[in-house]
């Protein structure tokens, strides 16, 4: 699939970006996110824009709870798992150190579980333990490995996205998107929204710090198609995810059931300055899935000196 760059960026504006955000200077004494004061809740703790999980940054705001931030903090934990294994191989340093990554076990056998650690000068420390997990050429020298993720819950990757969305809105569109505000902090129970995460995996560049960006639909509706009001698009270490925030008020009073839902996907594959033809792979994955699942995601990359201490694979041509 390889998205016309200039299809997105003909119905879709810049309105928000983690880059030049400027957070409130006084601490807000309302929440913006669950409506609390400061006499029903407090306002103590450090609160990000961006979480430190996918890269250290300074981006801090000020209208966020203490409540709340333990919430959010509760979506990233299943955000952590699914992005795990991209920060530890590319070590992207979150708030202390970069972390480790431990597979999950087959039938709690912890001679199953497969760790991966970041050393010093780039040098990656693999221990594997079952041989279904990799498939090894040394003639190319090229390694593919299964990362057995632990569980998480794909609901809550999508709300810990929605919630940097948020982060960035302008105050202005906050009246039209209050019950996306209501079910991030489960206030309100179902909402209806576009459930898939759009993700890029770059070869040529590579994102030192984190940023988000906020775009808005130019129009709404434009023929027969209408658009989602606003979409979100989170850039870190090699990865570029896109969401469409749920449907804003403005949307539902021009929905019109004849027309067509049009989602339009940002061109992440520009970021890779690619010359000749080539087809772009964009990965799609449902985060409407409120229990908690397991993902096994193979990543292939190539060494150019390993120390290998396990059996290598036959090689099939």
């Known amino acids: 699939m390889r998205p016309d760059p200039l ?26 996110y669950c409506d609390r004061t400061d006499k029903e809740t407090t306002f103590n703790q450090d609160t990000h824009l961006i979480p430190e999980l996918i890269g250290e940054n300074d981006i801090l705001t000020f209208d966020e709870c203490d409540s709340c931030n333990k919430l959010f903090s509760d979506y990233e934990s299943s955000f952590s798992i699914f992005i795990r294994p991209y920060i530890t191989l590319l070590g992207v340093k979150g708030k202390k150190k970069i972390p480790a990554f431990q597979s999950r076990t087959v039938d709690r056998n912890e001679e199953t579980r497969t760790i991966l650690k970041h050393r010093e000068g780039n040098q990656k420390e693999l221990h594997i333990q079952t041989l279904d997990d990799y498939t090894i050429n040394p003639d190319t020298k090229t390694f593919d490995i299964v990362f057995r993720k632990p ?28 019950q996306s505000f209501a079910w ?84 992440a594959f520009a970021f890779d300055k690619i010359e000749t033809y080539q087809t772009v792979q964009i990965k799609y994955y449902n985060l409407g899935v409120a229990t908690s699942v397991t993902d096994n995601h193979q990543i292939s990359f190539s060494y150019q000196d390993a120390e290998i201490n396990i059996p290598p694979k036959q090689h099939t041509k």
């Open 151 to 178: 569980p998480f819950i794909p609901l809550k990757i999508y709300k810990s996205l929605l919630k940097i969305g948020l982060s960035l809105l302008p105050t202005e569109f906050d009246n039209t998107n209050k």
């Open 7 to 32: 299809d997105f960026w003909n119905k879709y504006e810049l309105i928000s970006s983690s880059k030049n955000y400027v957070p409130l200077k006084i601490k807000s004494k309302v929440c913006r």
């Open 184 to 267: 991030l902090t489960n206030r309100q129970e179902h909402l209806e929204f576009i459930h898939y995460a759009f993700i890029t995996t770059l070869k040529r560049k590579y994102f030192a710090t984190p940023s988000a960006d906020l775009y808005r639909a130019k129009n709404l509706v434009k023929g027969k198609s209408e658009f989602p009001e606003h979409i979100l698009i989170l850039s870190f270490a090699n990865q570029v995810i896109q969401i469409f925030l749920p449907f804003s008020d403005e949307l539902k009073k021009v929905h019109n059931e004849k027309r067509t839902l049009s989602l339009d996907l940002f061109p």
